[in-house]
Each structure stands twice: as C-alpha cells, then as structure tokens.
T-cell receptor, first 116, second 115 residues
Framework: DTEVTQTPKHLVMGMTNKKSLKCEQH?????MYWYKQKAKKPPELMFV???????INESVPSRFSPECPNSSLLNLHLHALQPEDSALYLC???????????????FGEGSRLTVL | AQSVSQHNHHVILSEAASLELGCNYS??????LFWYVQYPGQHLQLLLK??????LVKGIKGFEAEFIKSKFSFNLRKPSVQWSDTAEYFC?????????????FGAGTRLFVKA
C-alpha cells in the first residue's frame, strides 16, 4: 500500500467532458507532483506544487489545470482532452525542499485515464 | 539540463543469476540519485537512493547500487535474482540545486526472471 491516495483509479471520458483527478497525502510533505506515464515509458513531470503554490509547469497544455487546495490535496482538472492524453497519471509527494533536492518521491497508484 | 540513460531496455534472467542494470546521467554538479521499481500492477516505489557519503548504497530486497562520480554512473546490482524481482526498474536523477523539484527518470528496464 502507498501513503499517497489517488482517485479515481480508472476514468473514461469523452473529449468534451470535464473531470478531475484527486490526490491526497497525510505525510506532511509540502511538495506535490503530477507525472504522466504512457505505456512502456518513464514518468514525465507535468506540475510541481511547493507549499500550495505552483512551482513548475512543464509546458503542459491548458486543458490540464492543476489545483492545490491545501497541503494535503492535489487536483488535476481535465477539460477538452484528446485521445493522445490517455495515460496513467501519477501523483507524488516529497518531504524535502528544492535547494536540497527533492528527496524520495512517494507515488500513488495512479489514475488510468482513457479519452475516447 | 539533466538527463538519464539506461542501457538495457529488456533483460531476461534465470533465477539465481546475477543482475546489473546500467544507468548514466548527464549533469556536472551535485546530484541525488535513485532507483525506483514498479512491480506489475503496483505503484512506483523506491528501491534505493544516494544523496552523499558512501558511494555503495544498499536498498530493499538485496539490491545495491554504486555511484561512480567520474563515470556519471549509478548501476544497480543484485547477486542472485528471484522470480519476484520481475518488474520495471527506473533510474532517476535530481540535480542540485539547478534541478530544483525536477526528478528525471530514465527510460526504464523491464526485467523478467524465469523460474
């Protein structure tokens, strides 16, 4: 089991739908991440939040909209996605700060998204 | 910019064989180095990490890795693999301080251990 909880585990949506992915951690970590993982590929960084503020956006299309309501929660709002956005979306958290490095990433099990 | 390369994309071994997975990174400064493992149907989890100190680090399940700074390498080893080691293994690097919050993953190595 992982200490980072992601919901839903599976999501199927049409290109005109609006949906959200949710992530929660209670380890007191102040850095939280969204990664995207396509089949047989490594995780690719999308967004980083530090102390509830967006720290990194890796030039992700605006149809993906992250939100960090508090230190334990991270959301990814999805709108007007394309079929090529189908992937496993991973949430992670880490205990350390940027200047000292991220430290270990604690990953959730992921939300598998299929866009029809 | 930091990058990571893993030399082997697919490895097939018999049980009790020794394992070595190569990992090289490109960054001239200080790095934090990691190996993560993803068992079938499970989440990514840390196998071992190197921040500083002894370049030979030991992780869970009998894995170890050696950091060789002069070669920009962080190879993963296990003397005797088991069927349960079948998984995908990712090397990852976080450059200090320029990398900030970016942990970059290598392409991964799929290991299949024959019983």
């Amino acid at each position: 089991d992982t200490e980072v909880t992601q919901t839903p585990k599976h999501l199927v949506m049409g290109m005109t739908n609006k949906k959200s992915l949710k992530c929660e951690q209670h380890m007191g970590h102040r850095a939280m991440y969204w990664y995207k993982q396509k089949a047989k590929k490594p995780p690719e960084l999308m967004f980083v939040y530090s102390y509830e503020k967006l720290s990194i956006n890796e030039s992700v299309p605006s149809r993906f909209s992250p939100e960090c309501p508090n230190s334990s929660l991270l959301n990814l709002h999805l709108h007007a996605l394309q079929p090529e956005d189908s992937a496993l979306y991973l949430c992670a958290s880490s205990p350390r700060q940027a200047l000292a490095g991220t430290g270990e990433l604690f990953f959730g099990e992921g939300s598998r998204l299929t866009v029809l | 910019a930091q990058s990571v390369s893993q030399h082997n994309h697919h490895v097939i071994l018999s049980e009790a064989a020794s394992l070595e997975l190569g990992c090289n990174y490109s960054y001239g400064g200080t790095v934090n180095l990691f190996w993560y493992v993803q068992y079938p149907g499970q989440h990514l989890q840390l196998l071992l990490k190197y921040f500083s100190g002894d370049p030979l680090v030991k992780g869970i399940k009998g894995f170890e890795a050696e950091f060789i700074k002069s070669k920009f390498s962080f190879n993963l080893r296990k003397p005797s693999v088991q069927w349960s080691d079948t998984a995908e293994y990712f090397c990852a690097v976080n450059a200090i301080p320029t990398g900030g919050f970016k942990t970059i993953f290598g392409a991964g190595t799929r290991l299949f251990v024959k019983a």
